[in-house]
Nanobody, 120 residues
Framework: QVQLVESGGDLVQAGGSLTLSCTAS????????MGWYRQAPGKQRELVAA???????TYVNSVKGRFTVSRINTRNTTYLQMNSLRPEDTSVYYC??????????????WGQGTQVTVSS
């Protein structure tokens, strides 16, 4: 059984920084895509940043230059470094990953979410 566990959410003042982490555990053969999404109350979940297994990254325009996504493959872990935080970054942040449990079997898994609150 595979699990994704996030940590690092907190209350922070505008302009501050936080680092979120997400670790996959269980019977894992390989992880390809790893991504961070967020969902604020009353809004749709949106992709914030993603990183492929070759290190290729993508970001939503609103966080470019402020957020950095990274991963350590040997630890099955991805990080989201968030700088210059703004009140509009307040959301529940979710990690997801495309995980192969065998050479041919892949499933997208989601973490439970971690709350990030940015005060003005």
């Amino acid at each position: 059984q595979v699990q994704l566990v996030e940590s690092g959410g907190d209350l922070v003042q505008a302009g501050g920084s936080l680092t979120l982490s997400c670790t996959a555990s269980g019977s894992i053969f390989r992880i390809t895509h790893m991504g961070w999404y967020r969902q604020a109350p009353g809004k749709q979940r949106e992709l914030v940043a993603a990183i492929a297994d070759d290190g290729t990254t993508t970001y939503v325009n609103s966080v470019k230059g402020r957020f950095t996504v990274s991963r350590i493959n040997t630890r099955n872990t991805t990080y989201l470094q968030m700088n210059s935080l703004r009140p509009e970054d307040t959301s529940v942040y979710y990690c997801n990953a495309d995980i192969f449990t065998t050479r041919m079997s892949v499933t997208t898994y989601w973490g439970q979410g971690t709350q990030v609150t940015v005060s003005s």
